[in-house]
């Protein structure tokens, strides 16, 4: 089992560029959730899909953010006209979701976006 | 507002020394996981304990919910423990979002030789 895998590990866009990161959680998992990583804010929530369905997407950022769960096997993150300020480590993380206990989140080694 | 608190911010110890890390919520909650990341590394989630103690080998957490607090005792300390420790809770009647998770900003574990 290699764990949540996220493609691609760094990712260099211009300021307006589109950015696309990819998620592939865990088999069986039906939980996937993103959130970004800074320095400065920590770890911030952004979405959560549970069995593929949109659950709370309230830490997105309403304008250029948005995320797909097209089916069980993986989750993308569309960040349009990419500007500084989303320099982030993008991290995904999965969960068996079923009971309180199985409720542990596995991450992803998180993608790194850079906007120059 | 920072809804989830840690402290120290920062910890250097010696090798083989005990650590005690806390953590304390703004609002209460029924779910606290205790994560890792060492620089660069993926987050490793080390306990889910909602309350009361919990030991994984030299790891032991304990949480208190009515006082809004959760601690991780780390035993014997190794180099290899150095790394960053975060704290999480879920939002207690968030809904039907289950496992949104808040996280602290961490302590930065240092442990020398």
């Known amino acids: 089992n290699a764990g949540v895998i996220q493609t691609p590990r760094h990712k260099v866009t211009g300021k307006g560029q589109e950015a696309t990161l990819w998620c592939e959680p865990i088999?069986?998992?039906?939980?996937v959730f993103w959130y970004r990583q800074t320095i400065v804010q920590g770890l911030e929530f952004l979405t959560y899909?549970?069995?593929?369905?949109?659950?709370?997407d309230s830490g997105m950022p309403k304008e250029r953010f948005s995320a797909q769960m097209p089916n069980q096997s993986h989750s993308t993150l569309k960040i349009q006209s990419t500007q500084p300020q989303d320099s982030a480590v993008y991290l995904c993380?999965?969960?068996?979701?079923?009971?309180?206990?199985?409720?542990?989140?596995?991450f992803g080694h998180g993608t790194k976006l850079s906007v120059l | 507002e920072q809804q989830v608190q840690q402290s120290p911010a920062s910890l250097v110890l010696q090798e083989a020394e005990n650590a005690e890390l806390q953590c304390s919520f703004s609002?209460?909650?029924?779910?606290v996981q205790w994560f890792y990341q060492r620089p660069g590394g993926r987050l490793v989630s080390l306990l889910y304990?909602?309350?009361g103690t919990k030991q994984s080998g030299r790891l032991t957490s304990t949480t208190v919910i009515k006082e809004r607090r959760s601690s991780l005792h780390i035993s014997s300390s190794q180099i290899t423990d150095s790394g960053t420790y975060l704290c999480?809770?879920?939002?207690?009647?968030?809904?039907?979002?289950?496992?949104?998770?808040?996280f602290g900003i961490g302590t930065l574990l240092s442990v020398k030789p």
């Open positions: 993380a999965s969960s068996l979701d079923r009971d309180r206990e199985a409720e542990r989140l596995f």
């Open positions: 088999s069986g998992h039906s939980a």
């Open positions: 899909f549970r069995n593929q369905a949109p659950i709370d």
């Open positions: 609002i209460f909650t029924n779910q």
């Open positions: 304990n909602p309350s």
């Open positions: 999480a809770m879920e939002r207690t009647g968030y809904g039907s979002s289950g496992n949104k998770l808040i």
